[in-house]
């Protein structure tokens, strides 16, 4: 027994004999030679050469299992490297060039399938040049340029399984024409942007049909005009309407602010898709009635003292709010500054 103690004993000296012997500096300070870097628990870390203080050849990095984490191969001493990044099972997650510590040059990136996932253009730690993301099945996903870390050049992205849409983007902004396509190659939107605002037509389409066409300033919305099957399949602007009624499942009563009605024979779920967001609230929800914010003008009582909803013009039917279009009309009594005089007569 005492002779094992003092061989393993003799085997620890060594050991730490052959480290001190590895890890040496220079008088200047400098790392020279083989040198091999382990954690408190003897888990090796790294190991590699170096060169007056410069590493040098292949620096290999672990995991605390031993399995490799990365390797450095170094064509310019603590430069340039070849640099390879793996995950605990051993599978490749990226290659690429540093320089100076600084993604330079083309990259790969990979899943633990080995699939290649995205291929990125650097210089000197910056995004510049052509961008490409993959899907899981090898076809190209996304394409944009970058420059300087900004999106800068033509962009394309896929939609669906062949469906697309493409523009430009100029230094982080898109800029100019921006169309989609869905799978079947019918238009699905067309639009202008400028200095990465959307600026003058935007339109949208359902199954190659114009249904929704916008007009835009620098980012505000100027005008919307949605179509609406009436029997002469009309467009009218969402700024002229008062409220929309759904009755049964294909039909939506729409008061405008003239006073006319327009009655449309499409389910309220397709024309409300149409609509989009910040001019209408639910009055109620579940008879999925929609009225436009701005012409609420508060809530009143009918003949049988119920809650119905005040506005601006008076639609010829009544509109009772749920719980959560009372809520509405009351948030609009101080967005506006001025109460709503009406609530709770």
Not at 79 to 93: M, R, S
Not at 219 to 242: H, I, K, Q, W
Not at 298 to 306: A, F, V
Request: glycine letters at 12%; proline letters at 2%; one cysteine or more.
């Amino acid at each position: 027994m005492k002779r094992i103690t003092m061989l393993m004993a003799a085997l620890l000296l060594l050991s730490a004999t052959s480290a001190v012997a590895q890890n040496q500096v220079d008088k200047q300070g400098r790392r020279q030679g083989h040198w091999v870097r382990v954690d408190k628990d003897g888990s090796k870390i790294y190991e590699g050469d170096f060169k007056d203080g410069l590493e040098t050849g292949v620096f290999t990095y672990y995991y605390h299992d031993g399995t490799v984490r990365i390797r450095n191969t170094y064509t310019e001493p603590g430069t340039v490297c070849t640099h390879e990044a793996y995950d605990e099972n051993g599978h490749l997650l990226a290659r690429g060039t540093y320089n100076r510590r600084n993604r330079d040059g083309r990259w790969m990136f990979y899943n633990e399938d080995g699939k290649l996932l995205k291929e990125c253009d650097y210089k000197m730690g910056v995004k510049h040049g052509r961008h490409v993301v993959y899907t899981h099945s090898g076809d190209t996903a996304e394409v944009t340029g970058w420059d300087n870390n900004h999106r800068h050049g033509r962009w394309w992205k896929r939609i669906g399984q062949t469906g697309y849409i493409t523009g430009t983007y100029v230094h982080g902004g898109l800029e100019g024409r921006v169309v989609e396509y869905d799978d079947a190659g019918l238009m699905v939107r067309d639009g202008h942007y400028k200095n990465g605002l959307k600026n003058g037509s935007y339109q949208y389409f359902e199954n190659g049909k114009l249904t929704v066409n916008e007009s835009w300033n620098a980012g505000v919305l100027v005008d919307r005009r949605v179509l609406l099957l009436t029997p002469n399949a009309e467009y009218v602007s969402v700024f002229d309407m008062v409220c929309l009624m759904p009755q049964g499942k294909a039909k939506v009563v729409v008061m405008l602010k003239d006073g006319s009605k327009k009655v449309t024979h499409e389910s309220a779920d397709v024309l409300y898709d149409r609509l989009g967001n910040g001019v209408f609230d639910y009055a109620n929800r579940k008879a999925r009635v929609l009225v436009a914010r701005e012409q609420v003008q508060g809530i009143g009582k009918d003949s049988e003292g119920r809650d119905i909803l005040l506005l601006e013009p008076q639609p010829d039917f009544l509109i009772f709010p749920d719980e959560d279009g009372v809520k509405m009309v009351r948030s609009r009594q101080y967005e506006d500054d001025s109460p709503l005089d009406k609530i709770g007569e």
